[in-house]
C-alpha cells in the first residue's frame, strides 16, 4: 500500500462529469468537450455532498471538462480553485479526439509502459499524478479536492493498492466521490 506523505491532510478526489463526447466514444484525452445535462447534475450532487467536508482548496485539471465540474462544485463550497496540468488525463498524442474503436485496434490499453504515439503511457501519467498529490502542501490545508479524469483517478487507486491499473480495485465512476483519509483508508460515496 502506498501511502500519502500528508498524513495530517485528507484529499478527495473525483471525476469530472459526462461530456458529449463520453456519449459518443470519443476518446478526449487532453482534447475537450463540455459536460452533458447529467455531467452538470452529477457535479451538483459532489457539491452539495462535499460541502460538508471542510475543504478548503480545490485542484482540478486544467482542461474545460474538469475545470467545469470544479466550477460548478464550488458553487457549494466557495474555495479557490487552482488549475494545473499535472492533474490532466493520460496525453494519446496523435490519438487525442479520436473515436475509442479506433484507439483499440492501434494502442494496447493493457499496456502500462505502452507510449501513445507523440503522447504518454500510463506509467508517466502516474508518476506525474503522484508527484503532484506529494508536493500538496499537507502544513497549509486539512481537507482538498481533486477534481480529475478517469486515467488520474486510476493512477491514485493503482498506486494506492499497488495494484495494475486496469484492476477491479481501480475501476472509477462519476457517481462516487473517493476519499484517502488521514489515516491512509480509502473511502468511497456513492451519490
Known amino acids: ?6 498524513k495530517t491532510m485528507t484529499i478527495y478526489f473525483v471525476r469530472h462529469g ?3 463526447w463520453n ?5 478526449q484525452g487532453h482534447k ?3 459536460l452533458t445535462y447529467k455531467g452538470i447534475k452529477s457535479a451538483k450532487k459532489k ?3 462535499l460541502n460538508k467536508k471542510g475543504i478548503e482548496v480545490i485542484y482540478s485539471s486544467d482542461l474545460g471538462r474538469c475545470f467545469q ?7 457549494f ?6 488549475k494545473t496540468r499535472q492533474l490532466r488525463e493520460r496525453d494519446f498524442g496523435n490519438l487525442n479526439g479520436k473515436p475509442d474503436e479506433m484507439i483499440k485496434k492501434i494502442l494496447d490499453l493493457s499496456n502500462p509502459k505502452e507510449k501513445a504515439p507523440n503522447g504518454e503511457s500510463f506509467n508517466d501519467l502516474r508518476k506525474r499524478v503522484i508527484a503532484f498529490i506529494n508536493k500538496i502542501p499537507s502544513n497549509k490545508f486539512n481537507n482538498v479536492l481533486l477534481v480529475i479524469h478517469d486515467g488520474t483517478a486510476r493512477a491514485i487507486l493503482s498506486k494506492f493498492y499497488n495494484v495494475a491499473f486496469n484492476s477491479k480495485k481501480c475501476s472509477t465512476s462519476e457517481n462516487i466521490i473517493y476519499s484517502i483519509e488521514k489515516n491512509n483508508k480509502i473511502k468511497k460515496i456513492k451519490l
Open 23 to 27: 456519449k459518443k466514444g470519443i476518446l
Open 47 to 49: 457539491g452539495k455532498v
Open 69 to 75: 465540474t470544479a466550477e460548478i462544485i464550488n458553487k
Open 18 to 20: 459526462e461530456t458529449i
Open 77 to 82: 463550497l466557495g474555495v479557490k480553485i487552482v
Open 32 to 34: 475537450n468537450s463540455p
Open 1 to 6: 500500500m502506498w501511502y500519502i506523505k500528508q
